[in-house]
């Protein structure tokens, strides 16, 4: 039973992972660019989350308005910074440090806004309680089945519409598909869009998990879903999501057997492990590189 | 008339300068530093500039001159830090006797441990080589949290350390004439054989194969090599700081080192040295505006990736010779116009 439970509370963990690793799957499918400033695109969900309570709207206005509001500043920023060095034909390492920059950009902004101390959050949705062996699950069984929605939903709009179709083609082959009438730039800010607003959602869930924000919550939480997204194999939609469950459930099954003080190494361990044994990841496919 | 000068000479004169300089600076600070002209909290901005140009410039090697993006420099700074520190706390000598042989011990666990994971981790390329350094470094750091012999997050202490106050000159001279050195040596190793071979895999690895360059020997080389000098660097700090917190070496460090490496142009040796410099000072000088300091250096950051995306210096270098030149050029000319009046 206590082994169970574990499992559930790993596997709760993991969906917030997965929603956030689907994010950045896309995004790196679509411009081989690991988005370091994702993880903290979760954080100003939270905290617009947490403001938008603070006034007193009720809790769905608080989620749309977090969606849209990350939305708005995953393409805001896909412009301003990424677009251009894309353009400009930048090397990859540029942009990676930009990534970082925005990163670093964001944390002392809202550091500054809202001071670094933590805040604390109310839980959100009033569920039914539903007990195994005495624990509380159904925050547990919300968070899955949320992922498990968005995943669903991402899979079918990435297979078959249009945008999901030119998205396709723009991760394919860039060029190729501009010179096919495919508005690229279009497709990248549409991409980023898409991958904020799941970050919103998993920082709805988050704020409904853990109750508690700080502006350097997405440093860690970014990196350890970015770790998911390589596990399960990085541009594939299935993957993320196994890739965030794996990683949650190894989390938990360390937290209740293991050395709790390790759990970030036994994440990274694992990266290691597939890194080495299959470097595509899980559900990934394997490109061949050609001379 | 004049000939022009051979390579060979011109880099001995070239050396020969660089060299006095260094001599001079050192001897000037040291005067300074014991009559007091310079206060302790300058000398001890001098000392982190000097660490951060060990730490950068050992980047440079793997990220700007290989080309292969590290992520995890920072734990191979703490590895280096723990065990300098240990060195010199367990065989109890005076600290200038020490030190030595505790960096050198530093150096070497950091590039066995380097050696160790750049066998698995030199095997993938790019971003993922990025991802699992990164993963490398969170290990080490998060193991080190976890040992009892490192005292875990309380922090590693109590080792024997050079007083700020009585004796702040020593430490500085160690950290000084180690940082020339590093950059001497990666200087000589980049315009060797082997720093030609490993430019040539950061232009194509696969043309660089097939030109018959051994790519998994000199990526292991120059990455180890990378870890040994991480690990002096880190040994270094530790006795400036007197304290080894391993939340102090984790992916934030690693990545405010890379940023060093990117800003002064990848695989710029002088680059390195003067945007290490520069952003050891920038926080400093940007204390006054204390909250917005941070937020100053990611607007800086962004903005240089923009508008320089080479980074500042690109691949070019500083010489010492450039100036050189210039001043004999002028000087010459000046002759030349005294002397031939009117003639052509």
Known sequence: MYFLTQLLNGLGVGAIYALVALGYSMVYGIVQLINFAHGDIIMVGSFTVYTILSWNFPVPVAVMGSILFCAIV?????????????????????????????????????????????????????????????????????????????????????????????????????????????????????????????????????????????????????????????????????????????????????????????????????????????????????????? | MSKPWTKTRKRAISSLITLGFLVVVLLVMNVLIQLGLVNAGVVDMLKFIGINIIAAVSLNMVSGMMGQLVLGHAGFMLVGAYAAAMFTNAVGWPLTASLTPALIIGGLLAAIIG??????????????????????????????????????????????????????????????????????????????????????????????????????YYKLLTFTLSAFFAGVAGGLLAHQLGIIDPSNYGFSKSVEILMMVVLGGMGSITGSVVSASVLTFLPEVLRGFANYRMLIYSVLLICVMLFRPKGLFGRAELRVIKPYEWLRDRHRAKKAQKTGGGGS
């Open chain 2, 115 to 216: 050696f160790l994971i750049g066998i698995p981790a030199l095997r993938l390329r790019g971003d993922y080589l990025a991802i699992i350094t990164l993963g490398f470094g969170e290990i080490i750091r998060v193991i080190a949290n976890s040992l009892t012999i490192t005292n875990g997050a309380k922090g590693y202490y109590g080792f024997p350390t050079f007083s700020t106050r009585q004796d702040p000159a020593t430490l500085f001279n160690f950290i000084f004439v180690i940082a020339a050195f590093v950059v001497f040596f990666s200087y000589t190793f980049g315009t060797s054989r082997h720093g030609r071979a490993v430019i040539a895999i950061r232009e194509d690895e696969i043309a660089a194969e097939s030109s018959g360059i051994r790519t998994t």
């Open chain 1, 74 to 291: 995953g393409m805001i920023i896909s412009r301003v910074a990424y677009q251009r060095l894309l353009n400009k034909g930048a090397p990859r390492i540029a942009l990676l440090i930009t990534a970082i920059g925005v990163s670093m950009l964001l944390q002392n902004l809202y550091q500054l806004i809202y001071g670094s101390g933590a805040k604390a959050v109310p839980r959100m949705f009033d569920l039914p309680a539903i007990t195994v062996g005495g624990v509380q699950i159904s925050n547990t069984l919300l968070n899955i089945a949320v992922a498990l929605v968005m995943m669903v939903l991402l899979q079918l709009m990435v297979g078959r519409t249009k945008t999901g179709k030119a998205m396709q083609a723009t991760s394919e082959d860039a060029g190729a598909a501009t010179l096919m009438g495919i508005n690229t730039s279009r497709i990248i800010l549409f991409t980023f869009a898409i991958g904020s607003a799941l970050a919103a959602v998993g920082s709805v869930l988050y704020n409904n998990t853990y109750q508690q924000i700080t502006p350097y919550m997405g440093a860690m939480l970014g990196l350890k879903a970015f770790v998911a997204a390589v596990f399960g194999g990085i541009g594939s939609i299935p993957g993320a999501m196994l890739g965030g469950f794996i990683l949650g459930i190894a989390e938990g099954l360390n937290n209740a057997y293991g050395n709790s003080v390790l759990t970030d190494a036994v994440v990274f361990g694992l990266l290691i492990i597939i890194l080495l044994i299959k470097p595509a990841g899980l559900l990934g496919k394997h490109v061949r590189e050609k001379v």
